[in-house]
């Protein structure tokens, strides 16, 4: 029978959960994991450059970005700007004006001197405030994924089985060859709270998307089952699950993409 003292603990623990919860709202779809990057234009002729992760997650694993190509998990943290991206590094690892996806060319992200044509196709990326700068809106783009419960988020599990997508997991001059490693065998988180069913951890899926550098040893520490301890609260707060499944990856109030059965 668990001790009045626990029960209190146990109701405190809950209502701080649902407090984050609360505060940390599902944006509308458009704009879940859009990162905003203005440091290096303030106080010029360009506006700040609008990254949006359903743009980018269609086409390249996770991996690929923020491994091989060294895009920090933190805001501000990689120090992104015009010379690096035309030394070839961050986003001018794409976009350089040579590389093609399906056929197309992938243009040139930045130039050191630009005419007034030059300006419009930076504008697909300096876009804050520019409506009729993009290329692709997010209705448009998305209108052929599956959907999550409610319609507001991409299923991007179901739309990588139906073959809607096939995530490019190396880049040529980037990349390093990698020898194949074993997959980890999937494993159960026991849930401490008797009204969460226990989670289901796929390492499969998130080999495919992430490899092994990307959570190991940065976001957990150790490999090895139960030596990280972490709750709903730290998950919530933005920390391990929490990194991807509050961010960008789908959120967290979607409950049962993780605890296997219903959660009241």
């Known amino acids: 029978m668990p001790t009045k003292a626990f029960m209190i603990t146990l109701c405190l623990f809950l209502l701080c959960c649902a407090e984050e919860a609360q505060a940390r709202r599902i944006p509308a779809p458009a704009t879940y994991g859009r990162v905003i990057l203005k440091d290096f234009t303030k106080g010029s002729d360009f506006a700040a450059v609008v990254f949006d992760h359903w743009l980018h997650r269609a086409i390249y694993t996770c991996r690929l970005c923020h491994v091989d190509i060294g895009f920090a998990m933190k805001s501000r943290a990689t120090g992104i700007n015009a010379e690096l991206n035309m030394q070839g590094y961050y ?47 997010f209705e448009s783009f998305a209108k052929d994924f599956p959907r999550l419960a409610g319609g507001r988020a991409i299923d991007w599990e179901e739309a990588e089985e139906k073959k809607i997508i096939n995530s490019i997991d190396y880049l040529e001059g980037i990349s390093m060859k990698r020898t194949a490693l074993k997959e980890p065998e999937d494993f159960s988180i026991t849930s401490q709270a008797s009204m969460a069913s226990d989670v289901r951890f796929s390492h499969k899926k998130h080999a495919a998307w992430n490899g092994c550098a990307l959570c190991h040893p940065d976001i957990f520490p150790s490999s090895k089952k139960g030596t990280v301890k972490y709750n709903m609260l730290q998950i919530n707060r933005g920390q391990y699950c929490g990194l991807c499944h509050v961010n960008v990856a789908f959120s967290i109030v979607f409950c049962n993409k993780c605890h296997i059965s219903p959660v009241r």
């Open 91 to 137: 986003c001018g690892s794409c976009h350089d004006g040579q590389r093609e996806y399906k056929g197309r060319e992938i243009f040139a992200s930045c130039t050191d001197t630009y005419s007034d044509e030059d300006k419009k196709r930076c504008a697909r990326c300096h876009s804050r405030g520019r409506k009729d700068a993009r290329q692709y809106t």
